[in-house]
Structures are given as C-alpha cells and as structure tokens.
C-alpha cells in the first residue's frame, strides 16, 4: 500500500458505506427488522453500527488515543443518528489520511483485541488501514443480501463502478434499485 493508494481507496469506502446507506434509509422502519441470524448481525442498522463502530476504534488507535469499546446498534436511537456521527467520523478519517506520509505506513500500531481474548498484537499502520477497508467490503456485501432479501437488488458498489462514476463516463443513479 502506498501513501498514494490511500485516498482513493478511503474515497471509494465512503463513497460504497454511504450508497448502500443511502438505500437502506429509503426502507424506513424495515432496518431494524430481523433479516436473519445467518448474517454477522442481524438487521441492516445493526451491520451498519458495526462498520461505523470499526472504522472509530480503529481511527482512534491509528491516532494513539484511548480505543474505548466498539459501538453497535444500541448506541444510536436511529440511522439519522448514526448517519450524524459517520458524517463526522468520515471528516475526521479523511484528515489522517490526508495527513500521512509514507513513512507513517510503516508505524507499528499496537493494540489489543476482545476478539482474540484481549491479545496484544502489533501491526504496521498501512495494512491496518487495508484492513478497514477490506472489513467493510465484507459486511457491505451481507448489507447488499439483506436489501436484496427485503426490497430487491441494491446499486452496485463495485470499485470499477466507483471509478467509472467519478470519472463521468456513467452517470450516477444511486440509490436507485435495479
């Protein structure tokens, strides 16, 4: 990964949380209905409160400030909520990725995981920030499922789509269904 890659792959991950948020939003009260225990949370405000979550504690320990506790679905009364604070979160993700050099890609980040037991572990802060991002495509397919489950298919959160969307060669009809 190199310090170039970074705003362009931080872009595309707002840009594939907000456009599946965006057409989650337009299902009313159907984001807090149970879509199955099949998926790693069960309702579409719960999957998008542990993004949201992740992305916080892992911003806070790339800063070295205290982690605190991952947030979910009960921390945030609704989607307007959790939009208000992801908005927020997104700024200030996109000023320390602005604000790196490539020497900082190589900076041992420690930190300690629930996950694994409250391990201690220790990695470089580039794969770390890989890593993010990479999380979030796994649980942004799931939320593609459940709206598909719930309404039908959901706009295509491809990164080729991303690119040929920024690029003005397609235009933009997101949220729209398929």
């Not at 069960?42 to 605190?68: Q, S, V």
């Not at 920030?129 to 979030?136: E, G, K, L, P, W």
């Not at 598909?148 to 298919?153: K, N, P, Q, V, Y």
Request: hydrophobic share 45%.
């Amino acid at each position: 990964m190199s310090v170039e890659m970074l705003p362009g792959l931080y872009d595309y991950h707002r840009w594939a949380n907000r456009r599946l948020f965006d057409t989650a939003l337009l299902l009313g009260s159907e984001v807090a209905r149970a879509v199955g225990q099949q998926f790693s949370f069960p309702t579409l405000k719960c999957m998008f409160a542990h993004i949201y979550g992740a992305d916080r504690i892992w911003l806070n320990r790339w800063k070295r400030i205290e982690a605190g506790r991952l947030l979910g679905d009960a921390d945030f009364a609704s989607m307007e909520e959790l939009r208000t604070k992801w908005d927020a979160l997104e700024d200030e993700q996109r000023a320390f990725v602005e604000s790196l050099s490539a020497a900082d890609l190589a900076r041992p980040v420690a930190y300690t995981s629930a996950l694994f037991g409250n391990k201690s572990f220790e990695l470089p802060l580039g794969a770390l920030m890989q890593h993010v991002a990479n999380h979030a495509t796994h649980h942004r397919s799931e939320i593609a499922t459940m709206i598909t489950m719930l309404r039908g298919s959901p706009p295509g959160t491809d990164r080729v789509v991303y690119d040929l969307l920024m690029s003005g060669q397609i235009p933009d009809q997101s949220p729209g269904w398929r």
